[in-house]
């Protein structure tokens, strides 16, 4: 009698959100040196709908059955793909892709087939695991000494806390600022809404808390030709954001009902 062969599995990921870390920290592993470096690891995720998954610096790479590869957000797989949680799998095909090569889509991808390099993508899933185990154990700590502290003080993408933040390592005993991760939160209204534009604003709201923010950006020719480019990121209360949604639902309304695309705010 044959027996089956082993299902390599991450291990138990509670939502999209802990999905993007880990692919983040497999790249890291995996193609930070060596005839790797430069490459996207692309690993089989089972979501409502198997795909091809990948992240580099920031950025996902996905490929779904009967599409080609594209780029996308964090921010864009997470509206779409937060709960119910993923699973990523060795046993289907994992693609290397050279995302920054300037030679054809076709000839930039090579299929990991050979045990050591397949050996190779099952040490970073394990080094990768046991780092996000580590900021999960860290934020655990963190949400079981603070239980008076509004969502977003704990929020693993929110917290000002390093201790609470996957991204970061673990810190000493001093508590130090972390940027809020908004590069993984959704835009409300896209994609009529974006945060990708020079000038503009938009809101965001955190998939873990659903704490809302605004997002603003500007920028001023000056005389010598040169610009001057600014940014905000601010918290909202429901309160203060009850006048920024009306506006997105509006503005959202009027471009469906004008047959429009995407429009700058």
């Not at 030679?103 to 050979?114: C, G, K, M, N, S």
């Not at 046991?130 to 969502?151: C, E, I, N, Q, Y």
């Not at 949604?245 to 995407?262: C, F, S």
Request: charge should be neutral.
């Amino acid at each position: 009698m044959t027996r089956p062969s082993p299902v390599h599995r991450a291990p138990s990921l509670a939502n999209g959100f802990e999905l993007v870390r880990l692919l983040e920290l497999v790249g890291e592993t995996c193609t930070r040196a060596g005839p790797w470096q430069g490459h996207v690891l692309l690993l089989t995720v089972e979501s409502a709908e198997p795909m091809l998954l990948g992240a580099d610096l920031g950025r996902m790479w996905r490929q779904r059955a009967g599409e080609s590869l594209r780029g996308i957000s964090a921010s864009e797989l997470l509206a779409t793909c937060y709960a119910p949680a993923p699973s990523v799998t060795l046993d289907g095909p994992i693609w290397r892709f050279e995302s920054r090569s300037p030679a054809p889509l076709a000839a930039r991808f090579t299929q990991v087939t050979r045990p050591d390099e397949l050996a190779r993508v099952r040490r970073g899933l394990s080094e990768a695991a046991a780092d996000l185990d580590r900021f999960k154990a860290a934020h655990r700590a963190v949400v079981a000494r603070s239980t008076d502290a509004p969502g977003w003080q704990t929020c693993p993408l929110c917290s000002p806390l390093v201790e609470a933040g996957f991204g970061a390592q673990l810190p000493s005993a001093e508590y130090t600022e972390l940027p809020v991760r908004h590069w993984y939160m959704p835009v409300l209204g896209a994609p009529t809404f974006r945060d990708d534009v020079d000038r503009g604003w938009c809101v965001k709201r955190c998939p873990a808390c659903r704490t809302y923010y605004l997002w603003e950006a500007d920028y001023e020719y000056l005389v010598n030709g040169a610009t001057e480019d600014s940014s905000s990121f601010t918290r909202l209360t429901d309160d203060q954001a009850a006048p920024w949604l009306a506006r997105v639902e509006a503005t959202v309304r009027a471009a469906a009902a004008a047959g429009a695309g995407p429009l700058a705010p």
